[in-house]
T-cell receptor
Framework: DAKTTQPTSMDCAEGRAANLPCNHS???????VYWYRQIHSQGPQYIIH???NNETNEMASLIITEDRKSSTLILPHATLRDTAVYYC???????????FGKGTKLSVKP | EAEVAQSPRYKITEKSQAVAFWCDPI?????LYWYRQILGQGPELLVQ????????DSQLPKDRFSAERLKGVDSTLKIQPAELGDSAMYLC????????????????FGPGTRLTVL
């Protein structure tokens, strides 16, 4: 599975969009980009995943560059409850396992 | 909404003692995972079950750790004897797996068991 690189930490003002970047320059053609988050003292929570096209659900939007070497998770209107560690993971569709890095610690401030 | 259940939520034990953690996955989920998460790190897979069979235990320290899922439903992870370095959060997750017909394996995590070894 491809390796990902994320900033260690980011801050965002409450109500503003949070844009979390992820680099995955060694991603292969059949690998998906997954995003999970982990709120303090809870288990990780699935957010969104994508292959090539941009994706949007009720939680977030995922923007994948055309060359698929990087992506951005967008929380359109961040709230204090979005403070968490966000993990970007690359893996093949239904095969392989989730390999978590250290993620990005997002702090949403009032 | 269905959730993955884990117990206990917290466990404090002394080194060389035996500990056991229990996980009840979401009903109907064929795949079950145990992860260990050391403070400040991301979760690390210990073992993966497909129904009652182990499909990946390459990262499980088999000299002291064991895991079973006898009827393909709930699962137990055991450590015997516990060591100081085993202090961590132990997370269980489940996914529909092949039986769910999903093209990806979104994993649903439980709240975890925080183990402290003294």
């Amino acid at each position: 599975d491809a390796k990902t690189t994320q900033p260690t930490s980011m801050d965002c003002a409450e109500g503003r969009a949070a844009n979390l970047p992820c680099n995955h320059s060694t991603i292969s053609g059949n690998e998906y980009v997954y995003w999970y988050r982990q709120i303090h003292s809870q288990g990780p929570q699935y957010i969104i995943h994508g292959l090539k096209n941009n994706e949007t659900n009720e939680m977030a939007s995922l923007i994948i560059t055309e060359d698929r070497k990087s992506s951005t998770l967008i929380l359109p209107h961040a709230t204090l409850r979005d403070t968490a560690v966000y993990y970007c993971i690359v893996k093949g569709g239904s095969q392989g396992n989730l390999i978590f890095g250290k993620g990005t610690k997002l702090s949403v401030k009032p | 909404e269905a959730e993955v259940a884990q117990s206990p939520r917290y466990k404090i034990t002394e080194k060389s003692q035996a500990v056991a953690f229990w996980c009840d996955p979401i009903s109907g989920h064929a795949t079950l995972y145990w992860y260990r998460q050391i403070l400040g790190q991301g979760p690390e897979l210990l073992v993966q079950f497909q129904d009652e069979s182990v499909v990946d235990d390459s990262q499980l320290p088999k000299d002291r750790f064991s895991a079973e899922r006898l009827k393909g439903v709930d699962s137990t992870l055991k450590i015997q004897p516990a060591e100081l370095g085993d202090s961590a959060m132990y997370l269980c997750a489940s996914s529909p797996g092949r039986s769910g017909g999903y093209s990806y394996n979104e994993q649903f995590f439980g709240p975890g068991t925080r183990l402290t070894v003294l």
